[in-house]
């Protein structure tokens, strides 16, 4: 690429900067490479906010099925932590068998207290915030 | 305490950009493409089975470690490498290490770099940074792809290190216990552009190499029937995000290599190798033109199959362009 050719386009995710001044390797106009700085190309800017659109989805459709009380507090911060079931059970130190009990209102009725505080740690919210969800 | 004579360095990727820092700290000078040369840290692999959030993989480069590796080997650089069961234990190791004066090599995860911007804090656990200090509670942080030195808490960092899931860094750490002063520059170079001929066109097929290029461009074909639109473009999401958002340069690393085979031209005193960049900067503006392509159909959203063969075909042209330039480039060293 040359390096007259490099794009600036900022990247506004969720409505704010999100840009990250990156290196960029360029051509000048003798044809010999150097590096240059750049916050964003508008290709690149575009997938990630898809990226998050698709992840505001998933955690705005988890929420309302935890108000319905078809799904566990513990399934909205799992998501809301970008976390998937491998990934929490791993920082839970459970099988992932357990934890999608543990995501269900049966299981999560049944968590002994330390196991709450793991989970509150996990997610970096205090037992209160888990227990009493109110979203 | 502060490693003074650290110098913080920006680099397009974290994992050459470390190995930058910590071998100039130690006097050996080279330049990001070097030792992205060097490493033979130019790759392609797309694994369909291995699924993150539920998007097939693709990579742009090899697996994480092996540049570092392959460049400290080369270079008769030993590497002190050590991982950790215990987190205090592992949080103690840098303290002493950093106490001796010794700036130190770290993998972490993305999620707890709280001076990263919001949107990029993903569970990603092979990043590399560098630590060079600590002040207070704080450590002095070199992070590669950051275009200052930063700081992070001692808890941030402790949680970056230790973070779980795939692949967990364990704490993981390093720093060079002894260098050469000296070493066969261009025989390096030689023998890391022959370990990218061979992974690029005798990886097996169809996941890896130039085959892997081709496989995923039918694969992508495929998207529009098998995939609900919705989907499709999340899945090409990805592949542009590989492509160009975490620090490849631009490209998918082609204009680093491209940079590289400059350097090496030089460095060989080959006019060959020198034509061998340049054809590499047009495949990297190749891929840059998949990419602003790729976003128009995402833009679109309707799934529409013409647009999908056309991505395809891209990949298919591409992956035969890198075959020969790669059955090429090995008669030249």
Not at chain 2, 157 to 181: C, D, H, I, W
Not at chain 2, 307 to 318: A, I, T
Request: contains cysteine; proline residues 5%.
């Amino acid at each position: 690429m040359k390096k007259e050719e490099v794009p600036h386009d900022k990247k506004i995710i969720h409505g704010e900067d999100n840009s990250l001044v990156k290196v960029l390797y360029v051509t000048n106009q003798e044809g010999a490479y150097e590096t240059t700085r750049y916050e964003g190309w508008e290709a690149e800017n575009l997938a990630m906010s898809q990226a998050w659109e698709d992840i505001d989805e998933k955690i705005a459709r988890t929420l309302e099925l935890v108000k319905k009380g078809e799904l566990s507090p513990i399934a909205y911060y799992m998501e809301k932590n970008l976390m998937d079931l491998p990934t929490l059970s791993s920082y839970v130190g459970s099988w992932k068998f357990f934890v999608k009990k543990h995501l269900t209102p049966q299981g999560f009725k049944k968590l002994s207290p330390k196991k709450l505080e793991k989970y509150a740690a996990v997610f970096n919210i205090s037992v209160e915030e888990l227990v009493h969800f109110n979203g | 305490m502060i490693i003074d004579n650290f110098q913080h360095q920006q680099s397009a990727h974290c994992e050459s950009g470390v190995t930058l820092g910590l071998l100039r700290y130690y006097g050996i000078e080279l330049s990001e493409p070097l030792i992205f040369g060097i490493g033979a840290g130019y790759f392609f692999g797309h694994l369909p089975f291995v699924k993150v959030s539920g998007v097939p993989g693709t990579t742009f480069r090899i697996w994480p470690g092996y540049i570092f590796k392959r460049v400290c080997r080369e270079l008769g650089v030993k590497m002190q490498v050590t991982s950790f069961s215990n987190s205090g234990k592992g949080m103690q190791a840098l303290d002493r290490a950093l106490a001796a004066g010794l700036p130190v090599g770290l993998q972490t995860s993305v999620f707890y770099l709280s001076y990263f911007p919001p949107a990029y804090r993903f569970h990603f656990n092979g990043h590399n940074l560098i630590a060079y200090g600590k002040e207070g509670t704080d450590y002095l942080i070199s992070d590669p792809v950051m275009e200052t030195a930063t700081r992070l808490s001692a808890s941030d960092l402790e949680k970056a290190r230790f973070a779980k899931g795939f692949p967990a860094p364990n704490g993981r750490m390093y720093y060079p216990v002894q260098t050469k002063s000296s070493f066969d520059l261009p025989a390096a170079i030689r023998r890391g552009i022959k370990k990218t001929c061979w992974f690029m066109l005798s990886s097996p097929p169809p996941f890896f190499g130039v085959h892997g290029i081709k496989f995923l461009g039918r694969k992508i074909k495929k998207y529009p029937v098998k995939l609900e639109p919705r989907k499709a473009t999340l899945f090409i999401g990805n592949i542009i995000r590989m492509q160009e958002e975490i620090g490849t340069g631009g490209g998918g690393f082609r204009f680093l290599y491209a940079a590289f085979l400059q350097e090496a031209a030089q460095h060989l005193n080959s006019p060959a190798l020198l034509e061998a960049s340049k054809e590499m900067t047009n495949i990297g503006d190749a891929w840059r033109n998949f990419a602003f392509a790729a976003a128009r159909v995402m833009k679109e959203r309707t799934g529409n199959i013409a647009s999908y063969d056309e991505l395809g075909e891209m990949l298919l042209v591409l992956g035969e362009r890198e075959k020969a330039f790669f059955t090429h480039l090995k008669t030249l060293v």
